[in-house]
């Protein structure tokens, strides 16, 4: 039965949370410390275990297994389902464990839901004589979207204060000078694993994707098992410990992600940065439309930035405004959230270009123009023609229309000026709405369009944006 903590009322539904990538890694990584620990003989572990039903191409299916509980940054305390858990040795005969814990995301969608996890804990005398990626590689990377196969990852790098358990991450060098009631931790992303090649993430360029917060509990749950064990405190203060996560079938999961897209190469990364995973999470879409901004001003700094809601917007701005959409940030229905963190982030110039049937709603301040939301299609569309003089039977015929495409042939049917005026009409309300959300902090042009009409509506400066697009991206006007 699943935690109460772990329900949340969403809507009129009650609905499981799941947690994070962060969290299967650190419950595999605390495993697999323990099986060490244990194996030096002065911690005993207690199995605890739990009963789970999985279905799968529709049939239920019932088992019980072992649960390594992880208490999470949000301070609720989770159950990470173990798979396995392995203890070896090195060559050089120090201890070594790997464990794999599986990925439950609850009733959110997540592709990375049923993954196997897993983390490799390890003692290394040579583990400060990691190799570093050339720049050449790092290049190859870049151009290709995959990493060559003799580019290794960094290692983030953690002191350990053996007396207080207090851990502070540190540069190599840093590292490799520590003495005393010190102890070196590693840090790397093995196979599935995504490599960052472009700087603006998180995760710093040249290392792993495992993010800061991730990396936190990790070496939480490594200073937890420090503490009981008074053998690994010794082992570790003359032997750098190192800590390797993988994902099984990580590169495969990662074409599903916006990882390639934001130059992570080669796998998933290992997310959180609460350790749950919210069901039907906007707040994930939002995480990851704020680290394509992120990585847009990082690398363009003060120029002029695409943006679309959706795939509608990206094919038009491909096709019939060439623009390369690598270049460009896709917010989906959050268009508010994303406007007032490009405020925050000091862009000033920002082309948002979207099929009608989302962007007119924001002729009315819809911000997210997602259905559940609000609509106001119609409303939007009547008031303006009502203005701009439209007969009655015309806005009849608007407030009746299904989708975007049948207001706009009632309007033209009636009158191609009522029509130009009305567009203009619209197009204000829009620029006083988006202005009002920035605070007239950035310039913010827009571009509207439908598949059967092409474009109904640009703000006064959205052909010199474009303009100004083309030749950054390259393109003949």
Known sequence: MMDQDMMIVQGQRLLRRGYTTGTTAAGATKRALLSIAESLGDVRHEPRYKDFVKESEGEKK???AEVIS?????????????DDCLLTQTKDGLPCAKATTIKESGDDPDVTHGAAVSSCVFFDHDALSEPRESKEEL??????KHAPASMKPRSY?????????????????????LRGDFGIVGIVGGR???LVTQKGLAPRKGHSAINPVPRQMLMQEVVGVLAQSEQLLELLRHTPMRIEISVADGEEIAKKTFNPKLGIVGGISILGTSGIVEPMSEKALVDTIRTELEQFCALKGSKPLLICPGNYGQAFAKERLRLDLEKSVKISNYIGDSLDYIVFLGLKEILLVGHAG???????????THSSYADARQEVMASHAAICGASRDTLGRIMEAISIEEMLDALLAEDEEIFAHTMRSIGKAMKKSIDHRTKERTRVEFIVFT???????????????LERLWEDFGVQS
């Open 139 to 144: 290049q190859a990377a870049e151009r290709g």
């Open 157 to 177: 790098w953690y002191g350990v204060n053996l007396r207080d358990f207090s851990f502070e991450e540190l540069e190599l060098d840093e590292a490799a000078g």
């Open 62 to 64: 019932q088992y019980r």
């Open 192 to 194: 599935g694993v995504g």
């Open 451 to 465: 598949n059967s009409h092409g474009t109904v509506l640009q703000s006064d400066g959205a052909q010199e944006l």
């Open 358 to 368: 989302k962007l007119l709603k924001l002729g009315a301040s819809v911000m997210n």
């Open 70 to 82: 992880i208490r999470t940054i949000k301070g609720i305390t989770v159950s990470v389902e173990l």
